[in-house]
C-alpha cells in the first residue's frame, strides 16, 4: 500500500513537472496575446524616449497588440528599471534601458535592477557618440587651441555635466585625464538642462546628443571641437572625431536598448529580439535613425551583454580614478 501511494504519488510529480516544462514552447508560440508594455525610464519628448517610440508602429503590426509606453523618469533612470525588474517574467512588460542605469549599477549599493542580472538582456536598439561642444565666446576654433587654453588660463573653462554619475560628467573627467588639463565643473539635474546657459554664454563646454545641438553648430552659436566616437557622424559629418583632432582614447556614447525581468522563458526573448530587428532593419525606421545620427544596434542578447559588462568596466575605472560618488 505504501509503495502505491509513493508511486502515484511520484507519477503526480513527474506528469506535472513534464506539463510545466511542455507549456514553455506554448507561452511562446502564443505571444504576445494582449498588451506589452515599455517602461521608458525617461521623459516623454526626450531623444531616448523617442527611439523607443519609434519602434511601436513596427512592433504593433508585427504583435497584433497593442504597444503602449509607460514614462517613468526620475533617479538617473533608476526608478523605471526598479519598476520594470518588478514585473511579472512572462514578455509583457519590457524596459528601454540606457547608459545610465548601467553607471547607476556602478555607482549604488542597490542590485534591485542590475542590468544582466535582475535584467536581461534582449537587444541594443541605438548607440551614438556625444559631441564635445563650447561656446563662441571661448575664443578656440578647435580642440587644440581649447586644450592650450585649458592649460595656460584653466578658470577660464567651465564644463556642464548632467550631475554626479551621469555619462556627461564622466566623459568630462576622461577628458581631464587624458588630455592632462583641468576645468570647474557646473552640475545640472539633467543631461540637457545646461542648453540655455550653454547658449547664453555662463558656461562653456558641454558634452551633447549631435541630434541636440546639429543646428546650434550650423548657425554658429555653437563650436563643436569632436565626436566622441571612433567614427564622424552623418548629420555633422565636418566635425572630426576627438582622436583625429589629437585627443585619443576618449569616447562615450549614450546608448539605449531592450531588457526584460529576469526569468522571462527564453523563447520570449527569443521572438523579441527577432522582431525588434525586423523593426530596425527598415528602410523606415533606418531613415529615422539617421535624421538622429543614430547607429542602430541589433545585438544579439549574449552580445548585448557583453557590451553593458564593457562600458560598466570602462567607466568603473573613471569613477575611480576620479573618486566620484553620488549621495
Excluded at 511601436?56 to 497593442?66: A, I, K, M, R, S
Excluded at 563662441?136 to 578647435?142: A, D, E, I, Q, Y
Excluded at 523606415?284 to 541589433?298: E, H, N, P, R, V
Aim: glycine share 10%; aromatic share 6%; net charge positive.
Amino acid at each position: 500500500m505504501i509503495q502505491q501511494k509513493l508511486l502515484r504519488k511520484g507519477l503526480f510529480i513527474s506528469l506535472t513537472g513534464l506539463m510545466l516544462f511542455s507549456s514553455l514552447p506554448s507561452i511562446a508560440q502564443n505571444y504576445p496575446n494582449k498588451v506589452v508594455k515599455i517602461i521608458e525610464p525617461a521623459g516623454p519628448g526626450s531623444a531616448v524616449d523617442n527611439a523607443a517610440r519609434d519602434l511601436v508602429p513596427g512592433l504593433t503590426e508585427l504583435f497584433g497588440q497593442q504597444i503602449i509606453i509607460d514614462n517613468k523618469p526620475g533617479a538617473n533612470s533608476s526608478i523605471g528599471a526598479a519598476e520594470a525588474a518588478r514585473a511579472p517574467a512572462d514578455g509583457y512588460t519590457l524596459f528601454h534601458g540606457n547608459v545610465n542605469n548601467a553607471l547607476n549599477d556602478l555607482l549604488t549599493k542597490n542590485s534591485c535592477c542590475k542590468l544582466g542580472d535582475a535584467l536581461e538582456p534582449v537587444t541594443r536598439v541605438v548607440s551614438v557618440p556625444l559631441v564635445m561642444v563650447v561656446h563662441p565666446s571661448l575664443g578656440v576654433n578647435n580642440l587644440k587651441e581649447f586644450l592650450a587654453l585649458a592649460k595656460s588660463d584653466p578658470q577660464k573653462i567651465t564644463s556642464a555635466s548632467g550631475g554626479a554619475g551621469s555619462i556627461t560628467q564622466l566623459l568630462g573627467e576622461l577628458t581631464k585625464s587624458r588630455a592632462g588639463i583641468k576645468m570647474t565643473e557646473i552640475p545640472y539635474k539633467a543631461i540637457g538642462a545646461e542648453m540655455p546657459d550653454l547658449l547664453g554664454g555662463h558656461v562653456m563646454v558641454a558634452y551633447l546628443a549631435p541630434v541636440v545641438i546639429a543646428q546650434h553648430i550650423k548657425s554658429g552659436k555653437l563650436k563643436a571641437l569632436g565626436v566622441a566616437g571612433p567614427k564622424r557622424i552623418n548629420i555633422i559629418s565636418d566635425v572630426p572625431t576627438l582622436a583625429e583632432a589629437g585627443l585619443s582614447g576618449v569616447e562615450a556614447s549614450g546608448w539605449n536598448g531592450i531588457f526584460v525581468p529576469k526569468g522571462t522563458p527564453p523563447n520570449v526573448i527569443t521572438k523579441l529580439f527577432t522582431d525588434l530587428n525586423k523593426v530596425m532593419s527598415t528602410d523606415a525606421y533606418k531613415a529615422q535613425a539617421a535624421t538622429y545620427g543614430y547607429d542602430i544596434g541589433s545585438d544579439s542578447p549574449e552580445s548585448f551583454k557583453q557590451f553593458v559588462r564593457s562600458e560598466v568596466t570602462k567607466w568603473d575605472k573613471v569613477i575611480k580614478d576620479a573618486n566620484i560618488k553620488i549621495d
